[in-house]
T-cell receptor, first 120, second 116 residues
Framework: AQTVTQSQPEMSVQEAETVTLSCTYDTSESDYYLFWYKQPPSRQMILVIRQEAYKQQNATENRFSVNFQKAAKSFSLKISDSQLGDAAMYFCAYRSTWGYSGGGADGLTFGKGTHLIIQP | GAVVSQHPSRVICKSGTSVKIECRSLDFQATTMFWYRQFPKQSLMLMATSNEGSKATYEQGVEKDKFLINHASLTLSTLTVTSAHPEDSSFYIC????????????FGPGTRLTVL
């Protein structure tokens, strides 16, 4: 079974600064997907960024980028120019490769989350 | 973007009663829907995978007779918590994956269940 570990229960950053959230995972698979989700107080899960394991290039989405180190099984999220609206819980998640498996193989496995605080 | 709704958004029930939660994909068809549970200040835990037209697949430790899942159409999956007890109080979130779409799950807004 895959596991996802987020070792930072809480992080704080000044507005406009850069913060990095860490995530490590454990798997025996060679192909998979990794995600960062944001959960604001409304509890709605919002996809921040996605990385396919077969791609060496790190994914970026505007102010959000990842540092994907496949050999180290590390998948950190960097938020540049932090904004007050970035304050939320951030969850790292793992998913096996696409394909109808008939089972839970492609459900998401989440880390415990990191509470990000933005200081004005 | 793809929208997933859940109904009700919150429900309070008495111990021993059953509660049904609906998950609908509003603007796309979903062969697969997922049900997660989130306890306060904790992460989301996958409970089961719901496949249209077939039986759901439950994760280890999830009682299938207690959490009944029905995926009767390509846009609707329901989770029924049978004989609910206070320990079933939680936040239940569904997600849906579109047919032939990107490898992404779209999440509903969640349902807060409180069992008295």
């Amino acid at each position: 079974a895959q596991t996802v570990t987020q070792s930072q229960p809480e992080m704080s950053v000044q507005e406009a600064e850069t913060v990095t959230l860490s995530c490590t995972y454990d798997t025996s698979e060679s192909d998979y997907y990794l995600f960062w989700y944001k959960q604001p107080p409304s509890r709605q899960m919002i996809l921040v960024i996605r990385q396919e394991a077969y791609k060496q290039q790190n994914a970026t989405e505007n102010r959000f980028s990842v540092n994907f180190q496949k050999a180290a099984k590390s998948f950190s999220l960097k938020i540049s120019d932090s904004q007050l609206g970035d304050a939320a819980m951030y969850f790292c998640a793992y998913r096996s490769t696409w394909g109808y498996s008939g089972g839970g193989a492609d459900g998401l496995t989440f880390g415990k989350g990191t509470h990000l605080i933005i200081q004005p | 973007g793809a929208v997933v709704s859940q109904h009700p958004s919150r429900v309070i029930c008495k111990s021993g009663t059953s509660v049904k939660i609906e998950c609908r994909s509003l603007d796309f068809q979903a062969t697969t829907m997922f049900w997660y549970r989130q306890f306060p200040k904790q992460s989301l835990m996958l409970m089961a995978t719901s496949n249209e037209g077939s039986k759901a697949t439950y994760e280890q430790g999830v009682e299938k007779d207690k959490f009944l899942i029905n995926h009767a159409s390509l846009t609707l999956s329901t989770l029924t918590v049978t004989s609910a007890h206070p320990e079933d109080s939680s936040f239940y979130i569904c997600s849906a994956r579109s047919i032939g779409g990107l490898n992404e799950q779209f999440f509903g807004p969640g349902t807060r269940l409180t069992v008295l």
